[in-house]
Nanobody, 126 residues
Framework: QVQLAESGGGVVQAGDSLRLSCAAS????????LGWFRQAPGKEREFVAA????????YYADSVKGRFTISRDNAKKTVYLHMNSLKPEDTAGYYC???????????????????WGQGTQVTVSS
């Protein structure tokens, strides 16, 4: 069993930066593919970013490319989402997710992931 716990959300102004963290427990973290999704009220959950095992690849939604960076620290069993130049449309609940083990693809689809955190709220005011 894998447990994921997000932290770092909050209320910020447009143009600010924020770093989300997701701490994992359980199995061999280094074998996970990890992702971040977000969901705004009344909208579908959408892909934000993913990172494969072994730092071999990072993947981003077009809406965040160039502003957000996903990274991982296997020693700390933590994945991060660094968010810069935040916009009001980034307001959403942000969810950490893990694919156990990394299947080598389908990172953009929520159905490809096995475990989910409870989420952390990010609110960006204009």
């Amino acid at each position: 069993q894998v447990q994921l716990a997000e932290s770092g959300g909050g209320v910020v102004q447009a143009g600010d930066s924020l770093r989300l963290s997701c701490a994992a427990s359980g199995r061999t973290f280094s074998n996970f593919a990890l992702g971040w999704f977000r969901q705004a009220p009344g909208k579908e959950r959408e892909f934000v970013a993913a990172i494969s095992r072994g730092f071999s690849g990072t993947y981003y939604a077009d809406s965040v490319k160039g502003r957000f960076t996903i990274s991982r620290d296997n020693a700390k069993k933590t994945v991060y989402l660094h968010m810069n130049s935040l916009k009001p449309e980034d307001t959403a609940g942000y969810y950490c997710t893990a694919q156990v083990p990394d299947q080598g693809g389908n990172y953009y689809y929520s159905s490809a992931y096995d475990y989910w955190g409870q989420g952390t709220q990010v609110t960006v005011s204009s």
